[in-house]
């Protein structure tokens, strides 16, 4: 069958393991996570390991077969509008994700707190439970739990970061305008920019958690301060290191040639969703941060 008359037809591809053994590699890799979350020893972290090192190579292998569809003149005009709305899709999909992490952190700061400091409500209970427990914010809650503990201050390497990730959406969009325009310099030199702000953000927020474990007792178990500030924080930053590695992806493919001006949707996609992984720290930085 010739390329033409496979780009009118929609593509299928044939059956493939390769999103039966995704799944099983990321049930192994959570559970793991699971269990040394759990306190578990030993198992819990070789259990990690295992999965995300199977999750690597499923991702090499599976994402190979597809960019050698897309060389192979596979996908044509209807292909390329499924890819559009599946990764529209996606994005929203994260985007209610991370609006429900902002939204457990409003309902602890703007509701549950006050009412266990016995603010809006027609009842005393808050005298029964948590007699003289006030209000404010940041707080690990009435019982202290986790022990006291300090904020990172948003002006240090909060902010560093958020320069970091804003200029890497100038240096994404310079790579996309040298891919429009042909230009296969400035394409790769966007590129290499952006990754390496994205690899010193991650750098950054690593020496954010070390600082925070020992030198400020903030923790996982600083109550519920602790609790939403390394959610928010942690998944934005695995957000990150996904975006960070699909860069590479995409940079290891420009310097093989791959992509055009009028055939890059993978470029596309990835630029997408490293847009909206600022947009989200951006979020973060305000209501986490200074707020």
Request: charged share 10%; proline share 3%; aromatic share 18%.
């Amino acid at each position: 069958m010739s390329v033409q008359t496979r780009n009118e037809q929609y593509y299928v591809p044939e059956p493939s393991a390769w999103p039966f053994m995704m799944t099983v590699s990321m049930i192994v890799m959570l559970g793991g996570f699971a269990a040394v979350l759990n306190g578990s020893d030993g198992i819990g972290a070789y259990a990690m390991a295992a999965g995300l090192a199977m999750v690597l190579v499923m991702s090499f292998v599976w994402f190979r077969g597809v960019i050698r569809e897309n060389r192979s003149g596979a996908y044509g005009a209807q292909e390329d509008m499924t890819f559009r709305w599946a990764m529209s899709w996606f994005i929203f999909s994260e985007v209610m994700f991370f609006g429900a992490f902002f939204g457990a952190l409003f309902y602890a700061r703007v509701l549950s707190v006050p009412w266990l400091a016995g603010e809006g409500t027609e009842f005393t209970t808050n005298e029964f439970l948590w007699k003289g427990f006030e209000a404010s914010w940041p707080t690990n809650g009435p019982a202290e739990v986790g022990g006291q503990f300090e904020i990172i201050p948003p002006w240090g390497v909060p902010f560093l970061n958020t320069i970091l990730l804003l200029t890497s959406g100038v240096t994404l969009t310079i790579a996309h305008w040298g891919l429009k325009e042909g230009s296969r310099l400035k394409l790769n030199l966007g590129l290499a920019a952006t990754v390496a702000l994205g690899l010193a953000f991650l750098f950054f927020q690593a020496e954010e958690y070390i600082h925070a474990y020992q030198d400020l007792n903030l923790t996982l178990s600083s109550g519920i301060y602790g609790s939403t500030f390394f959610m928010l924080t942690g998944f934005h930053g695995m957000h990150v290191t996904l975006g960070t590695i699909m860069l590479i992806v995409i940079l290891g493919r420009c310097l093989k040639g791959h992509f055009s001006e009028h055939d890059h949707f993978g470029f596309e996609a990835v630029a997408w969703y490293w847009h909206f992984v600022d947009v989200v720290w951006l979020g973060l930085f305000v209501f986490v941060y200074i707020l």
